[in-house]
Nanobody
């Protein structure tokens, strides 16, 4: 069992930056691949980024490549999403997810545990 708590979301102007954090409970954090997903009102949850158990492999949605960076610190049981060059269309609730597998997935169905989400709002 893994519990996930996201933080760092807030209102920011277009072009600005944010760093989201996701703190995980448990002593087996390094056994999980981790992902970030976004969900805007009235839309389905969408893949944003994922990182494998070691942090050595990452995957991104085309819409965020070159702007967002996912990373993890296994000693701190935390995964991060650095968001640069934010756009109004990035506005959404952002969810952290854990996958009971060392490798990544870019679909929501591939993840077993979810946080409650943190809201990111980008004003134009």
């Amino acid at each position: 069992q893994v519990q996930l708590v996201e933080s760092g979301g807030r209102l920011v102007q277009a072009g600005g930056s944010l760093r989201l954090s996701c703190a995980a409970s448990g002593r087996t954090f390094s056994r999980y691949a981790m992902g970030w997903f976004s969900q805007a009102p009235g839309k389905e949850r969408e893949f944003v980024a994922a990182v494998d158990w070691s942090g050595g492999y990452t995957n991104y949605a085309d819409s965020v490549k070159g702007r967002f960076t996912i990373s993890r610190d296994n000693a701190k049981n935390t995964v991060y999403l650095q968001m640069n060059g934010l756009k109004p269309e990035d506005t959404a609730a952002y969810y952290c997810a854990a996958r009971s597998n060392y490798g990544v997935s870019n679909t929501a169905y591939g993840y077993n545990y979810w946080g409650q989400g943190t809201q990111v709002t980008v004003s134009s």
